[in-house]
Every structure is written in structure tokens, then in C-alpha cells.
């Protein structure tokens, strides 16, 4: 039980009296006192409780003021209080059971601190008291009367407010007290609470707690009104949910059900004439009759009329009727495309294979080249050729599995994948499908796109593919799948595997100037609004933009020059100039502007240590100039140009085997060590690798070291060993289209890639002479000494 005197917790302690127009000083975190305010307070600290109990036993008054920092355990001077508090009257002192004090004070007055006091063990300072203003005027008491009615209405709007309060408000008569009661009750912050106390002027306390009270009483208002429309809202919800309820009972009732869900009634005749395998028309069904017991408010309406459209609009039993004559297949190919006699052999056996056995599982190609060489009109012509629909998927950039396989169902929004959304777009089940860029999917932290496709792409598997909206099985067998690619070693090994591949590698510049002729120029003048009278363009000015103005396996960038000069006509026929123009080299230099390539190779290998290589790129063959030079050292290599790891280690293999062979080629054995080696390969912004620059390497540094440049017109590729043999590379035919391209007249290979002339143009074999490498002499005797003969000649002359 709590002691009978509280005062007898505590030791008197030895300290002066307090004097009388001093005040001793309570400290206070967020508690601000106002005069006229009854309030109970905690005491925690020694020295309150001490300061309380000397308030009491003295009979004086306690100053109630703020500390400045809340988190100040024991304030202990001025500089830590606020200047202005409230002399109160301690009316009770409680002691609990836990030991815990507390004290109920009235305030009195204020007062402000004018010299804090030493030598007690609790806070005394002389203060100066604020005095009594009972001054009433018309403007003191019009503030009152805003005052109370601010006050009511503010009691009014509060739930569970005594009428008592509201009634006891209206009695007070002083302004100063009306003022300090209404900001002791304002829900504001201590700062605010104490700024107000600090105030002197009556009127300009009156003002402040006026304002305070208009803004709470604006924030009660708007927070009343949120909470009717919310409950309006819930209300017309309810109300309409009640009214669509007894709706249904009257059309029951009048037999009128029949109209009310003509929809849903038109849902289910679809449902019988999609003619859906007998699984998919039961689960259809099921989730038709869910929809009929469903209301139309409900969130999962719209959602399940959705699912239910989506299945109706299937093409679960329409297909084309297949039309394969090869005849007109052959046909068909000859006229939409030019050259690419193997891709076109290669389509016909595939289309006679699937004529003879329709139900027979046949390969999946993959039409694999650089931009522009026609891969994407191919599949549209197997289309044409087999009259069959044709839709395209682009596989480019998609790194989420869900835009194969689908979403479900239970996500907002969800949609079949691509594969579904193309059938519906196509309309039957048997059409030709273009995955277009499969070499570009991407992997993401939504799962591997490229292994939903494996089930897609599988005929053993795709008879019963099951989209994630769907939820049902959806027979693919029928569909014939043609796929794209720029390059085959970014597709995963098992999506590969299920593959044909068939390459494209490019045109020749014979081949190029036949596709322009027959396709890309109609095409440009139709599109520019032109007729082949009004705008035609001779084979020479054809030529004369393949070679200086575009530079490229495909015929993408040539069909946009072509627009050009196609526009430029446009304008002129437009303004009135011409009526015809006639395009020839000279018209092309003038509408096209300074040629942007020319023949770079006799420039660059007009001095020794340049030898001219070849490279595979993605986007198809291109020339590679490896230059090597000689300076004073300490027989270091420098490699330089961005060089990859098997590149640089070609230029490594290819120093050692001319070391190994600086005798038989009359060369000083200390000029190595004597010498620092630098091999640069330009274009060093771009990546290069490969071991196909080996042949290249050993060249640039024996024309080097010999001081003897190699031919301009010579351009070489393949691998060397340590012993001096030429090993095979890859991308041959790309290699020698690119070097004829660039102005190259001999092409040295690798004597066992042979086999692959047969894959190279005719035209090309016509313009260009080859020459087979068995070992790096054959190599030095070709270059070298075509070089010494053509000096002689020069020479001579």
C-alpha cells in the first residue's frame, strides 16, 4: 500500500530557502500548462520529485515549463528550458504502489525566467510573472464569440463529446482563460502549445488559437465528407447487387430468363459449333454453367466471358485444305526469290516429303543468315506454295516464359501466350508459323523461353500443348513451323538440336543487281508513288550503288538507297520539273552524294607488313587488315585492336613458326632479339576472334621481317599449327562473297575446304581465282613471289 505521507519517502536535505520572488522549476517533456488547466503529471527524476515535495511542505508555487530537447534526461540550466512557463498549484501528491509519483496541478500565471538560481539540488530561478489582463473591448469580445462557436462546432463533429463540455465552454467569461483552455485542448504540437504560451498580446493569441481551430475544424469537415462518400459508395454496391438479385427472380418468375441471357445463350450454341475435342467442350461447359450462376457484378465475370471467348474463337477443327503442288511450289520460289538454288532444293524435298506422308513427323527448318538475305519471305512463301495461312512470332527480346506458355488465369489480365494468340489470328490450326529471331530470346527472372519452345517444337510432344490460360490441351501437329535465325551458336544446344538448319550466307554483286532489278525497284517505285515510266533506273547506276554505296550480305540497305533515288524522282515529277527521269551513274552521284566505300585494299597494302584476312561475322563475311610493324627492343610482342584470346594466340603461334624459320628465309637470327614486334588490327572499337587470322598473321609479319609487301588483290584465311600446316575454317562462302565484294582477285584457302567451293556462286568462281594452302610455304610462294614478279614488272616499266 502507498504511504500515508508521500513526503516521508524522501531525506531532508540541507538547502537555503527559496525566496519569495523566486520559483522553483519543474521541467517537463511535451506538456505545455496553460493557466486555468487542471492536469495530472509524472514525476520520474530525483530532483522533480524532490522540487514537488519542496513545493508542498513550503506551501509554493511549482513552475510547470518545457525543456527545449525531450531527450535531455536532466536539464540543468537556462539554456535548456524555454524562456516562458506556468506557475501552477500542486492540488494533490500520489504515490503508487510501483513506487511512481505523480502530481495534479492547476495552472495559475505565467512567467518568465529572469536569473536561474544556485546552490539546490532541483531547479529555482527568479522569474518575472505576466499579469492579468481582464480588458475587454468590441474586438476582444467579437474574437470570443468566434471563439466559442469554432469550439462547439468542433465538439459537435466529435463522437462521444459530453453536452456538458460544449455547455461549460459557453459560461467561461474571460478571454485570456477561454483562449488558453481551447489551445490546451487543440490536438497541435507542444512547439505550437508553447508558442501561444509565449504570447503577450491577448488579441494576437485570440487570432493564433482561432486559426488553429479553423484549420482542425476544415480537416474534420473534409474527413466527414471521405467517410459519407465511402459509405454511399458501399451502399449503391449493395443496392444494386439486392435490385440484379430481384431482377432474376422476376424474369424467373415471368418466364422472361430466355432474353435476359441471350449472351450467355449465344456462348453456348459457339460452344457447340466450335466443334472442340470432347475434354475441352466439358470443361467449356462446366465453366459456362459457373458463369450462368455467377452475377455480372462480381470481379470474376468478365474474367470467365473472356476465357470462354477465347476458347470459342480456337480453331480447334477449321483447316486449310492443303494445296502442296510442287510444280507450282517451284514456281512460287522462282518468283519471289532469286538464286538460292540449294535453300530452294532443300524447300521442294520438304514439301514433297510432306505431300506423300501429311501425317508423317517432317524436320523443322531453320533458315539461318545475316539481316536481308530473304529469310522471312521464304516462310511466306512456303505459305503461298501450300495454301496454307501464314502468321509470323517474333521470338526477338522475349525473356519471359509466360509469353509462350501463357499467364493464368488468377492473374489480372492474363492472356494465352504467342503461340495461342497467333493460331486465333490465323483462324485455322494448319497454317504456316514463322518464329521469327529464335537466336535472340532471352532469360530472364520470369524462366527460360527457350525451353517452352522445346514442347512447341517437338512433334512429339506439341500433339497435346497445354497453355497456361487455357488450361487445356491444344493439338500443334498440323501447324508447319519455320524458324530464323542470324546466328546458330547463341540458340540452346537443345532448341538446336530439334533444327535443320540451312544457311543463307549472301548475295554476290551479279545477285544483288538481279534482285534489284526484279523486285526492289518496282517495289520502291510503287511505295513512292511512281510507275516504271516514270522512274527507271539502269543496271549501271545499279552496280554503281552496290559497290560504293552499300556494303552488306543481304539487300536491306540497298532497298533503301534505291527509295532514295526513288524520292528524289518523286519530288521532281511532283513540283513539275520531269515528267520521266532516267536514272544513270552520274544522277546517282548527285542524289546519293560522295561515295561512302571504296576500294581500300591497294591503299592499305601498298607498303610490307599489311596482309589482308578474311572474317565471319553474324551479320555475314567482311575483309581484315593485319598490320605488323618493326621497332628497336628486346624482342616483345605487342597486340593490339581488340583482340580476343584464340586471335592472339594465332599472332603468338604465327612469330614462333617464323622464328622457327628465319634460317631458310635468309633472315639474321638476332634480328628478333634486337627488335620489339607491334601487330595492330584496325577497327579497335570493335571485338575480334577466331582462329581463322592465322595464315594472315604469319604473312604480315614475314612481309615485315622481309621487307616485302604482299598484293593488293590477294586476300587469305585459315588456321596454321606449329608445323607449319593450314588448317580448315568455317564460313568459307561468306569469306570469298566478302572478298569479292571488297575488290579481292585471288583468295587463298585452306586446301582441305575444297569441299566447300561447291557451295560458292558460279559468278563468284568466274570473277575470283582460288588458291589451296597445304603449309605456310605455299602461302610465302604464292604472295611473296606474285609480289616480287609484279615489283619486276613495275619495276621494268
Known amino acids: 500500500m502507498a504511504p500515508e505521507n508521500p513526503l516521508e519517502e524522501k531525506d531532508k536535505t540541507d538547502f537555503p530557502a527559496v525566496p519569495e520572488d523566486a520559483l522553483i522549476l519543474l521541467p517537463v517533456r511535451n506538456l505545455v500548462l496553460f493557466p486555468g488547466m487542471v492536469v495530472p503529471i509524472h514525476i520520474g527524476r530525483d530532483s522533480s520529485i524532490l522540487a514537488a515535495q519542496t513545493a508542498i511542505r513550503n506551501d509554493r508555487q511549482l513552475g510547470i515549463i518545457l525543456q527545449k530537447d525531450p531527450e535531455e534526461d536532466v536539464p540543468s540550466g537556462q539554456e535548456e528550458l524555454h524562456e516562458v512557463g506556468t506557475a501552477s498549484n500542486i492540488l494533490r501528491y500520489v504515490t503508487s504502489p510501483s513506487e511512481s509519483h505523480h502530481i495534479v496541478c492547476q495552472g495559475e500565471g505565467r512567467f518568465r525566467i529572469r536569473k536561474m538560481l544556485d546552490g539546490y539540488p532541483f531547479l529555482v530561478a527568479e522569474v518575472d510573472r505576466f499579469p492579468e489582463t481582464n480588458e475587454k473591448d468590441i474586438e476582444i469580445e467579437g474574437r470570443m464569440v468566434q471563439l466559442k462557436q469554432r469550439a462547439v462546432e468542433i465538439l459537435q463533429m466529435t463522437p462521444d463529446v459530453p453536452q456538458e463540455i460544449a455547455d461549460s465552454m459557453l459560461n467561461i467569461s474571460s478571454p485570456e482563460l477561454l483562449s488558453d483552455l481551447l489551445t490546451g485542448l487543440i490536438d497541435i504540437s507542444p512547439e505550437e502549445k508553447q508558442r501561444v504560451l509565449e504570447m503577450p498580446d491577448l488579441k494576437e493569441r485570440m487570432d493564433n488559437v482561432l486559426k488553429m481551430l479553423n484549420y482542425r475544424l476544415e480537416v474534420l469537415r473534409v474527413s466527414r465528407d471521405i467517410d459519407k462518400q465511402t459509405q454511399e459508395r458501399l451502399g449503391d454496391r449493395q443496392r444494386e447487387a439486392l435490385l440484379r438479385e430481384q431482377l432474376k427472380t422476376i424474369q424467373h418468375q415471368l418466364g422472361d430468363n ?113 539481316p536481308g538475305v530473304g529469310k522471312t519471305s521464304l516462310g511466306q512463301s512456303i505459305a503461298k506454295a501450300t495454301g496454307r495461312k501464314f502468321v509470323r512470332v517474333s521470338m526477338g527480346g522475349v525473356h519471359d516464359e509466360a509469353e509462350i506458355r501463357g499467364h493464368r488465369r488468377t492473374y489480372l489480365g492474363a ?123 539502269t543496271k549501271r547506276a545499279l552496280h554503281e ?148 587470322a592465322g595464315v594472315a598473321m604469319f604473312l604480315a609479319l614475314t612481309s615485315m621481317m622481309m621487307n616485302r609487301p604482299i598484293l593488293a588483290d590477294h586476300a587469305m584465311t585459315g588456321e596454321i599449327s606449329l608445323r607449319g600446316l593450314v588448317l580448315p575454317v568455317g564460313g568459307i562462302k561468306e569469306k570469298v562473297l566478302a572478298a569479292l565484294r571488297a575488290g579481292i582477285k585471288t583468295v587463298m584457302l585452306p586446301a582441305r575446304n575444297k569441299k566447300d567451293l561447291e557451295d560458292i556462286p558460279d559468278d563468284a568462281k568466274k570473277q575470283l581465282k582460288f588458291v589451296w594452302l597445304e603449309t605456310v610455304d605455299d602461302a610465302l610462294k604464292e604472295a611473296l613471289a606474285a609480289e616480287r614478279r609484279a615489283g619486276k614488272t613495275r619495276k621494268a616499266k
Open 258 to 370: 430466355d432474353s435476359g441471357n441471350s449472351e450467355l445463350n449465344d456462348i453456348e450454341k459457339a460452344i457447340a459449333k466450335a466443334k472442340m475435342p470432347e475434354e475441352v467442350e466439358t470443361h467449356a461447359k462446366k465453366e459456362l454453367n459457373r458463369l450462368k450462376n455467377m452475377p455480372e457484378a462480381a470481379g470474376e465475370y468478365s474474367m470467365l466471358r473472356t476465357y470462354l471467348e477465347w476458347l470459342i474463337e480456337l480453331p480447334w477443327s477449321i483447316a486449310s485444305e492443303d494445296q502442296t503442288d510442287i510444280t507450282k511450289a517451284r514456281k512460287q520460289l522462282d518468283q519471289d526469290h532469286y538464286g538460292l538454288e540449294k535453300i530452294k532444293r532443300r524447300i521442294l524435298e520438304f514439301l514433297a516429303v510432306h505431300k506423300l506422308n501429311p501425317k508423317g513427323r517432317s524436320p523443322l527448318l531453320c533458315f539461318v543468315g545475316p
Open 415 to 537: 492472356l494465352p501466350g504467342n503461340i495461342i494468340q497467333a493460331l486465333r489470328r490465323a483462324g485455322t490450326n494448319n497454317c504456316v508459323m514463322l518464329l521469327d529471331e529464335v537466336d535472340k530470346l532471352g532469360t530472364g527472372v520470369h524462366g527460360d523461353p527457350a525451353a517452352a519452345l522445346l514442347e512447341v517444337l517437338d512433334p512429339e510432344q506439341n500433339n497435346s500443348f497445354r497453355d497456361n490460360y487455357l488450361s487445356v490441351p491444344f493439338d500443334l501437329s498440323g501447324v508447319m513451323f519455320v524458324c530464323t535465325a542470324n546466328m546458330p551458336d547463341t540458340i540452346p544446344g537443345p532448341l538446336r538440336d530439334r533444327m535443320e538448319m540451312i544457311e543463307l550466307p549472301g548475295y554476290t554483286e551479279e545477285e544483288k543487281a538481279q534482285i534489284a532489278e526484279r523486285y526492289l525497284v518496282k517495289r520502291q517505285v510503287q511505295a513512292n508513288g511512281l510507275n516504271t515510266k516514270q522512274c527507271r533506273i
Open 545 to 692: 550503288i552496290i559497290n560504293h554505296y552499300t556494303r552488306e550480305a543481304g539487300v536491306r540497305n540497298l532497298e533503301r538507297e534505291i527509295g532514295s533515288v526513288c524520292r528524289n524522282v518523286a519530288v521532281q515529277v511532283a513540283e513539275g520539273i520531269v515528267e520521266s527521269k532516267k536514272i544513270d551513274v552520274s544522277d546517282v552521284h548527285r542524289i546519293l552524294g560522295a561515295p561512302r566505300f571504296e576500294n581500300e585494299v591497294a591503299m592499305r597494302t601498298d607498303m610490307p607488313g599489311v596482309a589482308t584476312g578474311l572474317a565471319w561475322t553474324p551479320v555475314g563475311g567482311d575483309i581484315l587488315f593485319i598490320e605488323a610493324s618493326r621497332v628497336p627492343g628486346k624482342d616483345k610482342l605487342t597486340l593490339t585492336g581488340q583482340l580476343g584470346d584464340v586471335m592472339r594466340e594465332s599472332a603468338i603461334a604465327a612469330l614462333t613458326l617464323l622464328k622457327a624459320r628465319a634460317v631458310s628465309l635468309n633472315l639474321e637470327p638476332g634480328l628478333f632479339e634486337n627488335s620489339d614486334i607491334h601487330v595492330h588490327v584496325p577497327a579497335g572499337a570493335i571485338p575480334k576472334d577466331g582462329p581463322s
